[in-house]
């Protein structure tokens, strides 16, 4: 079985800096980014030790899709995707905080109201509702965007009261947050899907703030089948996902889940073969076209030309 792209080591006329993160190899210049979507897997916060084939691809043709489809709700960073693991686009100023948007009690939201905490990053939650209920209208659970260690959560007081962004700034944030879910709600539901909770990133282009980074894809959004959906609630059963979660189980039920002492097991070219078919499977199912496989072949030569060619 071919390996997937592990990582890139590309020096480009005009580059100015370099940034590797767990999946993406980020190339920085005066006024742009080229960001290549590598083959890195992550989980736990841990990268695993092998490469999974097509990944890169799909998440970065999923985030390119959705970017181009919203692009006229909210303006965003890209300037064009010169080959399938590619985006370039406008360099921005960061803001220092993920909008992480909630539409479902789910995951860490349902760990919170678990434990019996009602409120969520300042926001109340009702009493009464069960993992995976709908909640009364989506809200917003900001986190800090950590330069190491863990994201944690944070208020809209204390991120205004802490002079992390303007109040001006953050109701921009908001309103887009809104904009964007709204869409991406609906362009789940057209393929039967339902989008549970997701998280967006902003940026500062001069003085206006842009959508950076990826958007809506199984690595960053939570997705429920609709069908269905209603029966396993009344059952009290788990919701049939459609994300990346099918990693982590596979890790869990190895005995890994990144703590200390515990080792990754084996990836097999058996298991690296499936969850490359899982990742191709998403990819299919959330943008309802046909995946089309790169050619492997020359691929960082191909890569590295791509980029030169647009920066």
Same mark, same amino acid.
């Given at each position: 079985?071919?390996?997937?792209?592990?990582?890139? !080591?590309? @020096?480009?006329?005009?580059?100015?800096?370099?940034?590797?993160?767990? $999946?993406? %190899?980020?190339?920085?210049?005066?006024?742009?980014?080229?960001?290549?979507?590598?083959?890195?897997?992550?989980?736990?916060?841990?990268?695993?030790?092998?490469?999974?084939?097509?990944?890169?691809?799909?998440? !970065?043709?999923?985030?390119?899709?959705?970017? @181009?489809?919203?692009?006229? $709700?909210?303006?965003?960073?890209?300037?064009?995707?010169?080959?399938? @693991?590619?985006?370039?686009?406008?360099?921005?100023?960061?803001?220092?905080?993920?909008?992480?948007?909630?539409?479902?009690?789910?995951?860490?939201?349902?760990?919170?109201?678990?434990?019996?905490?009602?409120?969520?990053?300042g926001v109340t939650l009702p009493e009464g509702l069960k993992e995976n209920d709908p909640l009364p209208f989506p809200i917003i659970t900001p986190t800090t965007k950590a330069d190491e260690g863990h994201d944690e959560d944070i208020s809209k007081a204390d991120i205004l009261g802490n002079g992390i962004v303007s109040p001006a700034d953050y109701e921009k944030l908001e309103s887009y947050t809104h904009a964007l879910f709204a869409t991406g709600t609906e362009m789940a539901k057209e393929k039967g899907l339902i989008l549970v909770d997701t998280k967006y990133e902003f940026g500062k282009y001069g003085d206006q703030i842009l959508?950076?980074?990826?958007?809506?894809?199984? %690595?960053?959004?939570? *997705?429920?089948?609709?069908?269905?959906?209603?029966?396993?609630?009344?059952?009290?059963?788990?919701?049939?996902?459609?994300?990346?979660?099918?990693?982590?189980?596979?890790?869990?039920? !190895?005995?890994?889940?990144?703590?200390?002492?515990?080792?990754?097991?084996?990836?097999?070219?058996?298991?690296?073969?499936?969850?490359?078919?899982? *990742?191709?499977?998403?990819?299919?199912?959330?943008?309802?076209?046909?995946?089309?496989?790169?050619?492997? %072949? !020359?691929?960082?030569?191909?890569?590295? @030309?791509?980029?030169?060619?647009?920066?």
């Amino acid at each position: 079985m071919r390996d997937g792209i592990k990582e890139t !080591n590309f @020096n480009f006329p005009g580059q100015v800096g370099f940034y590797r993160g767990k $999946v993406r %190899d980020v190339y920085i210049f005066e006024d742009k980014l080229a960001v290549v979507a590598s083959d890195r897997i992550s989980a736990f916060d841990v990268v695993l030790p092998r490469a999974i084939p097509y990944k890169g691809q799909v998440l !970065n043709q999923i985030a390119f899709h959705f970017l @181009n489809a919203t692009k006229d $709700v909210v303006p965003n960073w890209v300037l064009g995707s010169p080959h399938p @693991n590619v985006t370039i686009g406008r360099r921005c100023e960061p803001f220092k905080v993920e909008m992480v948007i909630r539409g479902y009690l789910a995951g860490h939201a349902w760990r919170t109201y678990r434990s019996g905490k009602r409120e969520l990053c300042g926001v109340t939650l009702p009493e009464g509702l069960k993992e995976n209920d709908p909640l009364p209208f989506p809200i917003i659970t900001p986190t800090t965007k950590a330069d190491e260690g863990h994201d944690e959560d944070i208020s809209k007081a204390d991120i205004l009261g802490n002079g992390i962004v303007s109040p001006a700034d953050y109701e921009k944030l908001e309103s887009y947050t809104h904009a964007l879910f709204a869409t991406g709600t609906e362009m789940a539901k057209e393929k039967g899907l339902i989008l549970v909770d997701t998280k967006y990133e902003f940026g500062k282009y001069g003085d206006q703030i842009l959508l950076i980074d990826e958007i809506h894809t199984p %690595d960053s959004s939570r *997705y429920f089948y609709a069908d269905g959906y209603e029966e396993r609630q009344q059952r009290g059963e788990a919701q049939k996902q459609l994300s990346k979660e099918f990693v982590r189980q596979w890790l869990i039920a !190895n005995g890994f889940q990144g703590l200390d002492g515990q080792q990754i097991p084996e990836m097999t070219d058996e298991i690296v073969q499936d969850i490359s078919s899982r *990742y191709i499977e998403l990819y299919e199912n959330i943008t309802g076209e046909s995946f089309v496989k790169d050619s492997l %072949d !020359n691929i960082n030569e191909a890569i590295q @030309n791509s980029i030169v060619s647009h920066t």
